[in-house]
């Protein structure tokens, strides 16, 4: 009887000790979260109060920096002294600590007695590549960043490998903006690590200031050419370092003098012209492809390289200006390419950009038709390609005065692909030419079956051209403005800019209470972007997000926007203040996760 009444009070007793346990341990997180929050908000004499009692327990030395910075920024020297010693004795074989006392001695000015514990503490560096990083990773801890370089660079050198602790001192370098190391770093590596090659572009691009930086590193990196010559990631970098300048010929120059040098098959400059193009450096890209054709038909580049030159020019040749003899030879190299290699299902593309061109550019709607008919009679074509040919074909129906077959074939298509983005297109598509007609009704009701797509593009696209119908039908006066807007649309659908930037301007002189301003500005703004006159449309996207911030456009302007000045005025640091504004004031914009995106890389993040 007495031991069970022992054996109670026992596990009475564990049981009341395991409570006052938990129960200390949560006031402890409770008090340390505190102590965080105030330390955060720069309430250093209550935060140290909180520290001073948390760091009584040895289990929780976890919040020794905390404790140690906020006695530094409270200048209690004395106390962070007795501190560090007393971890430094309790901690024999940290380096962390020793490094904080150095920390400590720094502070109060006294560089020699730090520099004496720093010196001790490198000379005795192990050939241990863990025990390298750790040390370094304690200087950079008390934000010592230039030890924690000499401690890796001196790892280097023990363990007799230059190509150690590289990802390290990139993050050092770039974390300190350290320009000319960052670059020496990066020339020094991507020969044996070409994979960083992206990384390192992306990094340069957000601590370069001018162009004076770009030049700087186009020495280093010629310097580096010269010394390994065929080392084909050094010849990508000055061609990425060129194009930051916008000198796509000096870049050209540069990969076929490669090429030549290597007799190399194309295989890389064949990869960087898709670099032009993206840029906008459509003529050097031609060249580029011509070179290319120069190596035969018996080259494995031969005939891509033929078929992305015609796109090109096509991309060239389209962009707003062009004349119709450019655009006539233009269409005749698409259709020697078609007599070459016949007419099928690996041609198809060249069926698709010859009947565009015929339809939109050379005024031959009839020509364009026919071929995408016969198109869709080719074997061996997929449902999506079929899908996308209707599409194309209604198109032209438009411009052949066939609105009643676009309709059908535009159904046709909805109904085949129901529920799938080629579809919605196929939908909306019905719903613009409904639009053009002046049927706003149906347009709009189209347009509300839309707005619940899967596809955000198509159905943002609807919820803009509802919302645009709805605010604009409610008088006469109203109604009659959206009918101009509508044949403003439909010329540019037909591709006639300047008779739709006519009508465009017309709807404020014929109603000058119109609420279509911000929708007018827009399409302006698309034209120019369209002819490449990309300031222009930057100043009238400008004053859609200026005057019109609650208007259906503003968030589309303001992402476009970014993606000019990204782009094409090669200005990032107006990008990014466009593409905040995006993320910040419109947070429900489909725009807004790309944004967040572009946002993230112009500042540099996860490189």
């Known amino acids: 009887m007495n031991r069970l009444i022992v054996f109670v009070f026992f596990l009475l007793s564990f049981s009341v000790k395991a409570q006052i346990s938990r129960n200390n341990q949560s006031f402890i997180n409770d008090e340390s979260a505190l102590a965080i929050q105030y330390y955060r908000d720069g309430d250093y004499e209550k935060a140290v109060v909180l520290f001073e009692k948390i760091l009584l327990n040895p289990s929780n030395q976890g919040y020794f920096d905390v404790y140690f910075n906020t006695l530094i920024k409270l ?3 004395d106390a962070a002294e007795k501190l560090v010693k007393k971890f430094v004795k309790q901690n024999p074989g940290n380096d962390a600590y020793p490094i904080a006392l150095g920390k400590l001695y720094q502070e109060k000015g006294d560089v020699g007695a730090a520099n004496k514990i720093f010196n001790e503490i490198i000379a005795k560096l192990p050939k241990e590549e863990f025990k390298i990083r750790n040390l370094a990773n304690n200087f950079y801890r008390f934000e010592n960043y230039d030890l924690a370089v000499q401690t890796f660079k001196q790892g280097r050198k023990l363990l007799g490998d230059d190509k150690l602790f590289a990802p390290e001192l990139l993050n050092i370098y770039r974390f300190k903006k350290d320009k000319p190391m960052l670059m020496q770093e990066y020339l020094d590596i991507l020969a044996s690590i070409p994979q960083l090659l992206p990384q390192a572009e992306s990094t340069l691009s957000m601590i370069f200031e001018d162009k004076n930086d770009y030049q700087v590193f186009q020495t280093a990196i010629l310097r580096k050419i010269q010394k390994e010559p065929d080392a084909e990631v050094y010849i990508n970098l000055l061609t990425w370092n060129y194009i930051q300048q916008q000198e796509f010929d000096m870049a050209l120059r540069q990969l076929i003098a490669f090429d030549k040098r290597t007799k190399a098959d194309g295989g890389t400059l064949f990869n960087a012209v898709s670099t032009f193009v993206d840029n906008g450096a459509y003529e050097t890209a031609v060249k580029a492809y011509e070179y290319l054709l120069t190596k035969g038909k018996e080259s494995l580049y031969y005939l891509p390289a033929k078929i992305e030159m015609l796109n090109t020019k096509y991309n060239l040749q389209t962009s707003g200006k062009y004349t119709a003899v450019e655009l006539a030879v233009l269409a005749k190299d698409y259709q020697v390419l078609l007599e070459e290699n016949g007419k099928n299902k690996n041609t198809l593309f060249a069926i698709k950009k010859l009947a565009n061109l015929q339809a939109y550019y ?100 609807a919820l803009n051209l509802s919302l645009l119908i709805s605010d604009n039908i409610q008088t006469p006066t109203d109604s009659n403005a959206l009918k101009m807007y509508a044949d403003a649309e439909m010329l540019l659908f037909r591709n006639l800019p300047v008779q739709a930037v006519k009508k465009l301007d017309s709807i404020a002189v014929a109603y000058p209470d119109n609420g279509l301003a911000d929708a007018v500005l827009m399409s302006k703004a698309r034209i120019y972007i369209k002819s490449g006159d990309f300031q222009k449309a930057a100043d009238l996207l400008k004053k859609v997000t200026d005057n019109f911030k609650d208007g259906i456009w503003t968030d589309d302007a303001l992402f476009t926007l970014g993606d000019l000045y990204e782009k094409r005025l090669n200005d990032m640091a107006q990008a990014k203040s466009y593409f905040q504004k995006l993320i910040t004031d419109y947070p429900g914009s489909m725009f807004s996760a790309e944004a967040r995106k572009r946002f993230r890389n112009l500042r540099g993040d996860g490189v």
């Open 75 to 77: 200048n209690r020297y």
């Open 362 to 461: 050379l005024n031959q709607p009839g020509n364009a038709e026919k071929s995408l008919e016969e198109a869709l009679q080719l074997p061996g074509i997929n449902s999506s390609d079929i899908g996308q040919l209707k599409l194309d074909l209604g198109d032209v129906y438009i411009l052949t005065n066939q609105p009643w077959e676009a309709f059908l074939v535009y159904e046709q298509v909805s109904k085949q692909f129901e529920g799938q983005p080629i579809g919605n297109e196929a939908r909306f598509r019905s719903a613009k030419l409904s639009f053009y007609q002046g049927n706003f009704d149906y347009s709009n009701g189209q347009c509300q079956v839309l707005k619940a797509a899967t596809s955000q593009l198509i159905a943002n696209d």
